[in-house]
């Protein structure tokens, strides 16, 4: 018995597009009816110099995974992929005249140092994009601008972009999983929204910080890989409040691990920061009621040899050496006030544990432990 489609103005069109039977990748988007429909791209490299623009909603951008690349050739700071209502280019979009559900997959998008955005969306609800490359790019690799309802990014390769890797700007309920970034600016950029839900990701090598989050009330960090910044790991900032870090591996982060710069009623618990050389955390002035907790801070310490030597290798090097560059930090406090710092392990530590800077207030400390290591 054959499936029954319904048509109606409330339910989304069954059209079907094929963008190799038409001359440009643009001719086919605009073929989309209205009420939507799916958009499928062959494989193929397609070089384009403006932007292509998705301009209805209930609709779905599918390739090949990356058999289908999007070149963007433009110079001026265009995104390759622009989604926006048509009547509403470069403006607010009132709630009801917004855009809602679509969906880009399983494509590849590059670009070059004078683009933009490998895909850019503005005031669309319910974007969801899935199983997308973004490289190269001269702006950020996806930036979603007042996405407000329920955006979603998983399972995409974000790497080698000017600026983030993901940048979300004014969203709600957002979800962040499962993706890969890679020498961006910054990894994932997070401000003015509420509610980012962001898990399971692996963030490595970025010339900046991995994760900024301002103004964003609300929210969750937790089981992210974030290796090797140039800044810092975390950063929270302007007036941020009801953020929870937990069971993330922050590892040899140049900077430090997780900046707490204006962050209130906060929780950073079961973290491993393993050397990370100059600052584990810190919690400065303008920060307080926040709670530090069953963190691990250590070096590369991995054992003793029979006779005792504690060793950062297999090959017995003994591990308090000049050559040695796998250093471990604590706690760094300034001016804060209203803290709790328990059941944290410190081990192998180049400074102190908790060093306080100024005038701290209302700190707790307790149930911690520490443990030094002596190379004979």
Not at 75 to 93: N, R, T
Not at 134 to 155: H, K, T
Not at 242 to 256: D, Y
Request: some cysteine; charged content about 20%; hydrophobic content about 35%.
């Amino acid at each position: 018995m054959p499936l029954l489609c319904l048509a109606s103005e409330a339910v989304a069109s069954d059209a079907v597009i094929n963008a190799g039977d038409f001359k440009s990748l643009q001719e086919a988007a605009d073929a989309i009816p209205v009420t939507g429909g799916v958009l499928r791209i062959p494989p193929g490299t397609y070089e384009i110099t403006q932007p292509l623009h998705i301009k209805t909603g209930d609709t779905r951008v599918e390739g090949y995974g990356s058999g289908t690349t999007i070149v963007n050739k433009n110079s001026d700071g265009k995104p390759a992929i622009l989604i926006e209502h048509p009547d509403f280019v470069g403006k607010s979009v009132a709630s009801k005249d917004r855009l809602w559900r679509v969906n880009i997959a399983n494509l590849r998008v590059t670009g070059n140092p004078n683009s933009g955005a490998g895909i850019e969306a503005r005031y669309i609800e319910e974007i969801f994009i899935q199983g997308v490359s973004s490289s190269y790019n001269g702006g950020d690799g996806i930036n979603l601008y007042f996405c407000y309802e329920d955006p979603r990014i998983s399972d995409c390769l974000l790497t080698y972009n000017k600026r983030s890797g993901l940048a979300i700007d004014s969203c709600h309920d957002i979800i962040v999983s499962a993706n890969q970034f890679e020498e961006n600016q910054d990894g994932v950029r997070c401000v003015d929204s509420f509610n980012l839900a962001m898990s399971g990701n692996n963030l490595d090598d970025h010339l900046g910080d991995g994760v900024v989050i301002e103004n964003t009330y609300g929210s969750v960090v937790a089981s992210n890989m974030i290796e090797e910044c140039q800044g810092w790991a975390i950063v929270i900032d302007r007036d941020c409040y009801g953020i929870t870090m937990s069971a993330n591996v922050i590892a040899h982060e140049f900077t430090g691990g997780i900046d707490l710069r204006d962050a209130h009623g906060c929780a950073i618990s079961a973290n491993t920061f393993t050397i990370v050389k100059k600052v584990g955390i810190a919690v400065r002035s303008q920060s307080g009621s926040i709670t530090i907790s069953a963190n691990n801070f250590s070096d590369s310490w991995i054992g003793r040899t029979a006779d005792g030597v504690a060793v950062t290798k297999r090959d017995n090097t003994p591990s308090k050496t000049e050559q040695n560059p796998n250093e471990a930090t604590g706690i760094l406090l300034e001016n804060c006030e209203a803290l709790v710092i328990s059941g944290n392990l410190f081990s192998g530590l180049v400074g102190k544990a908790v060093d306080q800077v100024g005038q701290c207030r209302k700190v707790l400390i307790n149930g911690n432990a520490m443990q030094e290591f002596d190379a004979e």
